[in-house]
């Protein structure tokens, strides 16, 4: 019975056509009268959990938030779709409140945002109004707890809120935080009784992950956002310096930039993060002061400009990204440096040396992230203890030949024995002053036109020698020292490689030709909503999302009944807007010359999905074809110009479906037995595990081949 009712609620109020996954069991637990706990990561869908109920029950449904800035964002949402809804909480003045409360006593509100500092008095006023309570949803429940990030302590009010109303209400928990600690804290605190669980993993399948290493950062964010002017970005920093910097050079360059740190006032802050909702500009350079209240949907990047102190924050922030559903990319651009930063802020903050050390370990996690050569989105689930369900998930730059792996070892030595021969005693400039055989004053003073490698790569570059030697640092090889003037130091590694002549490979960025389909009547729609939005002082996302109007776009829809199969409008929605945006597809069939696509033939998109799961599989064939013909991995990966790691796994791929592989090449003797026993200890879905329980040189090539031939 509530089923109907409740898509029938989904397409009318929100537009949609089916709910995602978990959502629709953890309604049916509230509908039965159950307490219920959604854990789902961010733009998981946590909302819909409780405000499809709040339509069906009787009475009305409170929610607790702790983000005041969102809670009108929240509310004017719902009003716009068409669900009556209101806020309570300390922006509002006196008076506004008593008519709030007038409102409410006339059953004008079917939810009820609440601060969680408001609920001792509303609950007095509920029951001095009799106001039926069905359902209290604590959004952000982790703010319950001190484990977590973001713990609140007015949030410890919130279950003697509860056990006062009568009847006592289904109480419903949402967090994205799914530690243990922090879940078993929630239970607790809340007094949730017997609750369901719902937890629909934390793997974002929307969001393609990349890290880049030794980047020419500046340089690296002024090409990416080139073909970007029109899609929303955020660029995390580690400093306010460092966002001031960035900032006024994106300023010089004519962006549409806003800047958010905790050192501008608190008006200057509430005014940038309102220009950035409202599309008036498009990229917001932030430290993570920029939080939890940042709910736009159609952010499109997350670029982090330096590492993160831990992958929890990193998870969380890149995360912001694609909350619509849509693609969303996150790249963390990785130097070793930036790690000295994150150093400094752990050693210099107030904390017991026991909480530092787990600092440290959980900056090192993240340093890990950097540096491995497995699936980034493996390697963040297993940090969060979930079993990634797959080795290669061709969405991430180690995944999807992002990212290729170059011989350097030539260069590498000259910039090694160069830094052997002035004694590791100089930094950058220097060595690279001396490797170009420089005649500056400093260089001859030192006597440095002496040493054996002066000049030796004066045909190279600057700018190409100091990338080199970057990605050298984040690398290994060399260490950048922590000092007022950091000199650079070889390590074993570079020392090995100098003493028995070892290849030197570094990862680096592909450069590929990105053809891009232009449709410029989603640019014509995006207008049609900027100007809507001015008119209206709502957010233009909330007006219609991204998706929607991509498939207007699309589907050009010239009659209701078309621009209702559009995924995101709802009737309510329809009324307000649809003639507007039909007008406007209208007149552009009309210039085009074009005839409008009545049938929204989704069967299409879902045939085109096939196609490209379908090209995908076929790739490992392609690998295959050429293994068959007697090229190395290597060579394949150079002449598909697909990473090393990718063919590895097409030939894995090959091997798991029968295919005729001589698996033994790949598993250097004497190591099959020990990696099997590894696997026995920790299981075969952690490779990390694995490779630290074995003797260092054993490739995670082996293992993957160890774990194919067994069919584990
Ligand atoms: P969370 O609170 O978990 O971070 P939200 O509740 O804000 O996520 O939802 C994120 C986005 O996903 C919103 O834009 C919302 O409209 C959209 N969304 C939620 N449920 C569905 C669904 N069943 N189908 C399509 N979009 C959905
Ligand atoms: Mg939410
Ligand atoms: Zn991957």
């Keep these: 019975m509530w089923k109907n009712e409740a898509l029938k609620a989904l397409k009318n109020y929100f537009g949609y056509d089916k709910f995602r996954k978990g959502q629709e069991k953890a309604i049916e637990n509230i509908m039965e009268g159950r307490d219920t706990f959604v854990i789902m990561p961010t733009g998981g869908g946590k909302s819909l959990c409780y405000q499809i109920p709040a339509l069906l029950l009787e009475g009305i449904t409170i929610v607790v938030s702790p983000l005041i800035s969102l809670m009108k964002d929240q509310v004017d949402t719902l009003n716009n779709m068409g669900i009556s809804s209101t806020y309570i909480n300390s922006s509002l003045s006196r008076e506004e409140i008593d008519e709030k409360i007038l409102e409410i006593g006339e059953n004008k509100y079917k939810i009820i945002y609440l601060a969680p500092e408001r609920l001792e008095t509303m609950q007095g006023i509920f029951k001095m109004l009799d106001i039926k309570i069905s359902l209290v949803a604590i959004d952000e429940a982790h703010c319950i707890s001190k ?3 973001d713990f609140r302590p007015s949030y410890r009010k919130v279950q003697y809120f509860i056990e006062l109303l009568e009847p006592r209400p ?10 243990e600690l922090v879940k078993q804290d929630i239970i607790d605190l809340l007094g949730l009784r017997n609750p369901g669980l719902y937890f629909t993993g934390f793997d974002r399948e929307n969001l393609t992950f990349k890290v880049f290493r030794g980047e020419n950062k500046e340089r690296f964010i002024l090409e990416y956002i080139q073909d970007k002017k029109e899609d929303s970005g955020i660029i995390y920093v580690a ?3 460092d966002g001031e910097k960035l900032y006024e050079t994106l300023l010089k360059k004519n962006c549409r930039v806003g800047l958010y740190h905790a050192g501008l006032s608190e008006e200057k802050r509430k005014s940038m993060q309102e220009e950035f909702m409202y599309d008036n500009v498009n990229i917001m350079v932030a430290t993570n002061a920029f939080g939890m209240g940042i709910d736009k949907s159609n952010v499109r990047y997350v670029i982090h400009h330096s590492v993160p102190k831990n992958l929890e924050a990193y998870y969380q922030e890149a995360g912001r990204a694609g909350r619509d559903g849509e693609p969303g990319e996150c790249i963390l651009l990785f130097n070793s440096g930036d790690v000295f930063t994150q150093r400094y802020f752990i050693d210099n903050s107030n904390t017991s040396p026991e909480r530092k050390a787990q600092e440290y370990n959980t900056l090192r996690a993240m340093v890990d992230y950097c540096y491995t050569s497995k699936c980034l989105r493996a390697y963040i689930l297993e940090y ?6 797959f080795i290669n998930c061709s969405n991430c730059s180690n995944c999807n030949g992002d990212v290729e792996e170059k011989d350097i070892t030539t260069e590498a030595q000259m910039i090694f024995s160069c830094i052997y021969r002035v004694k590791e005693r100089y930094g950058l400039n220097t060595v690279l002053d001396v490797l170009k055989g420089s005649q500056n004053q400093k ?14 790569m ?3 570059d600057r700018k190409y020698l100091e990338e080199l030697t970057n990605k050298l640092i984040a690398d290994g090889y060399i260490v950048m020292t922590n000092e007022e003037f950091p000199v650079l130091k070889l390590t074993t590694k570079a020392v090995n490689s100098l003493k028995n002549k070892e290849q030197v490979f570094v990862t680096v960025r592909k450069i590929k030709e990105v053809i891009k389909k232009k449709n410029d009547l989603f640019n014509i729609l995006k207008a049609t909503r900027k100007s809507i939005s001015e008119e209206l002082k709502l957010p233009p996302y909330i007006i219609f999302h991204d998706a929607t109007l991509k498939e207007l776009s699309t589907y050009m829809p010239a009659t209701k009944e078309a621009f209702l199969n559009i995924k995101g409008v709802g009737e309510n929605k329809f009324e307000k807007y649809g003639a507007q945006f039909l007008e406007v597809i209208k007149e552009y069939l009309e210039e085009k010359n074009l005839k ?13 999905g096939i196609k490209k799961v379908k090209e995908k599989v076929k790739s490992h064939l392609q690998s295959y074809e050429l293994y068959k013909q007697g090229l190395s991995l290597k060579e394949i990966a150079k002449q598909r110009e697909l990473s090393l790691i990718t063919v590895q796994s ?5 091997v798991a479906e029968g295919l005729e592989i001589n698996i033994e090449e790949f598993i250097p003797e004497g190591t099959e037995n020990k990696i099997l026993e590894a696997i026995n200890e920790v299981g075969a879905a952690k490779l990390k595990a694995i490779k630290e329980l074995l003797p260092e040189g054993v490739e995670y090539t082996a293992i993957k081949a160890v774990i194919c031939k067994h069919h584990l």
């Design 596 to 608: 409008p696509i009545d049938n929204i033939n989704k069967e299409d998109e879902i045939n085109e």
């Design 239 to 241: 400093t306010r310096n």
């Design 443 to 456: 260089i001859l003073k030192l006597s440095l036109d002496k040493v054996s490698t002066y000049g030796l």
């Design 384 to 389: 969060f203890g979930e079993e990634a369900t």
């Design 170 to 179: 289904r109480v419903l928990a949402c967090t994205a935080t799914a530690t």
């Design 650 to 654: 097409h030939i894995f791929d090959c």
């Design 147 to 149: 484990w977590g990030h």
């Design 458 to 460: 004066k045909d190279y």
